[in-house]
């Protein structure tokens, strides 16, 4: 695979509902860099399966990821709890990862001429990856304010939803995360910690400006 020199690649691993995605899209935007959630890659895989049932084998997917566009991730039916649910699940399949990792590297080395770099966001990005990605950042924030933001985001789709019920759901992720076999969330040594429990979205990706423009200025 070609991989483009003097690109800026920043890495950022998070457990659910700790702001990460959103710090990718400013970081992304301030530096311009291909941004990926590589989660959303799983969640695309698994709203194929649940269409397209008959058709779900190696050699299809295989396909399909080589087809892939940023823009097909933008896709709203992605973030339904039965894609959520569906993409859990696959992602534990080994083959499947092997292609979404070669989607997730062609991003991470190779983004099309017009950014600068790249900036990927997930769980086993740091370690597994880009580990030699110029900037490794682990952000997280307590469990009840990770649940209340989530929380406050369901909440306006589902006005049954409880607090409790968010909680629990991020306490399962979490435990799911940590504990899987395969690319199990963790702070590498080389990742700067990043706890936005306290932290405004702003004041969040101020921080996060600042450990980037002393890396790129030194």
């Known amino acids: ?35 990926l959630d590589t989660g959303l890659v799983y969640r695309y895989l698994a709203y194929i399966k649940i269409k ?4 779900f084998n190696y050699s299809y997917l295989k396909k399909e990821i080589q087809k892939l566009k940023i823009i097909n991730l933008k896709n709203k039916k992605l973030l339904s709890d039965e894609v959520a649910t569906v993409a859990s699940k696959i992602a534990k399949d080994k083959n499947i990862r092997k292609l979404v990792h ?7 080395y190779n983004p099309p001429k017009r950014y600068k770099g790249s900036c990927l966001d997930g769980r086993d990005i740091c370690s597994v990856i880009v580990p030699d990605a110029d900037i ?10 990770r649940s209340l933001r989530r929380y406050k985001e369901l909440r306006a789709k589902n006005s049954n939803l409880t607090f409790q019920e968010v909680l629990k759901s991020i306490k399962k ?40 423009d002393r890396k790129i200025n030194n």
Do not use: W
């Open 136 to 145: 490794k950042l682990f952000i997280t924030a307590n469990l009840k304010t």
């Open 1 to 35: 695979m070609f991989n483009r020199k003097k690109i800026l690649k920043v890495a950022i691993d998070s457990p659910a509902a700790a702001g990460a995605g959103t710090q990718a899209k400013l970081i992304s935007k301030h530096y311009k860099l291909l941004q």
């Open 52 to 55: 397209k049932s008959e058709n």
């Open 102 to 108: 070669l989607f997730q590297l062609k991003c991470a």
């Open 173 to 212: 992720r979490d435990k799911s995360d940590i504990n899987r076999k395969i690319s199990p969330l963790k702070k590498t040594n080389d990742s700067i910690l990043i706890n936005t429990t306290n932290l405004s979205i702003r004041r969040s990706f101020l921080k996060i400006k600042k450990i980037i």
